[in-house]
């Protein structure tokens, strides 16, 4: 059947590689990398396998699958460890060998959390916080923080490890975000999506939480109703106007109280974005330094891999372009 996703494990020379009809093949790599031995076949899902991750402390094969299934295997003796549903196909997966906790995030957009034992799992909890599927998960097992990339164009950092629910939005980018990387050793986040944009951000600064967007039936700021408040309406003699919101204070305004835009980088707004005329006044020019650099790879970005040793980061894209970058410059 034809591949759909590999994984490579270099100290192990393990080949992993998924199958359209759901079984998962195994290879073992001569030193030479002239040969490749089939070990062993797991039939681990009904349809298309998405992603593949081995986990060589576990000796562990975990794995997505079209059929909306995430499996995990015993690598040495190929049986099937356990199993669970999750709401949508996953795109997403990452483990941490610490806790043995899996994040797997789908195209709901919503990221499932798992605690994996032996032979059996349980839930933890869910993430939602996209509003289009999750295209892509980065873990942070130093800081124990989860990045989670989605066609809605956003990354969202959720503090795990804090313990403290909080959880950061980053925008920028124009079209879905197609790949995370990390880089532990200067806490930068690599994204790359499909607009060809290559986006480092700097993870080692103060972030801010967004505010939640206020409900109201009139203007927060002037007063005036809302197109949908008949009876204020109605009583001042006034047309009602079209509700927006401020990025920073989260309040319910009109257009005329709204007619600013600023860039709020610690807030994770990297381009301008729609801001209330107070709020306007009050961001100073230090709190509007940009907090990422914007690199244009001039190609749709599909994949991506970052060797942190050599710095060196790799895209293939959708003009069957491969392209190696050095990305010492920008990561260090």
């Known amino acids: ?22 079984t998962i093949s195994e290879f073992i790599l001569s030193e030479d990398y002239n040969k490749m031995t089939l070990v062993k076949s797991y039939q681990a899902h009904q349809s298309r396998v998405i992603m593949i991750l081995f986990v060589l402390e576990m000796e562990w094969v975990l794995s997505t699958g079209q059929d909306k299934h995430f499996t995990w295997h015993c690598s040495e003796s190929g049986q099937r460890l356990g199993g669970y549903r999750t709401s949508a196909s996953a795109c997403g997966l990452q483990f941490d060998v610490e806790t043995r906790h899996v994040f797997v995030g789908d195209h709901s957009g919503q990221v499932t959390i798992l605690k994996l034992e032996q032979e059996s799992c ?3 909890t869910t993430f939602k916080g996209h509003t289009g599927g999750v295209t892509a998960l980065c873990w942070d097992p130093i800081q124990r923080v989860l990045f989670s990339g989605s066609s809605d164009h956003s990354i969202i950092m959720w503090d795990i490890g804090g313990r403290k629910g909080t959880a950061i939005e980053l925008q920028g980018h124009n079209d879905k975000v197609q790949s995370l990387s990390y880089a532990h050793h200067t806490r930068q986040l690599i994204s790359c999506g499909a607009d060809g944009g290559i986006v480092v951000w700097n993870m080692d600064v103060e972030r801010q939480e967004t505010p939640e967007w206020l409900d109201s039936d009139s203007c927060q700021k002037c007063d005036q109703p809302f197109f949908w408040n008949f009876k204020q309406m109605w009583d001042s003699k006034k047309i009602g106007l079209r509700q927006h919101h401020c990025r920073k204070c989260g309040k319910a305004v009109c257009g005329k109280c709204s007619s600013k835009r600023s860039s709020i980088p610690l807030m994770g707004f990297e381009f301008e974005v729609r801001v209330c005329d107070s709020c306007h ?38 003009d069957k372009v491969i392209k190696l970058w050095d990305m010492t410059p920008v990561v260090s």
């Open 1 to 22: 059947a034809p591949c759909s996703c590999m994984s490579f494990n270099p100290e192990t020379r393990r080949l992993s590689i998924g199958l359209d009809n759901g």
């Open 281 to 318: 006044e009050s961001i100073t020019d230090e709190e509007r330094a940009p907090t990422a650099t914007f690199h244009d790879s001039k190609h749709n970005i599909v994949h991506v891999h970052f060797d942190a040793t050599r710095g060196w980061l790799l895209t293939s894209g959708t």
């Open 122 to 124: 349980s839930l933890v």
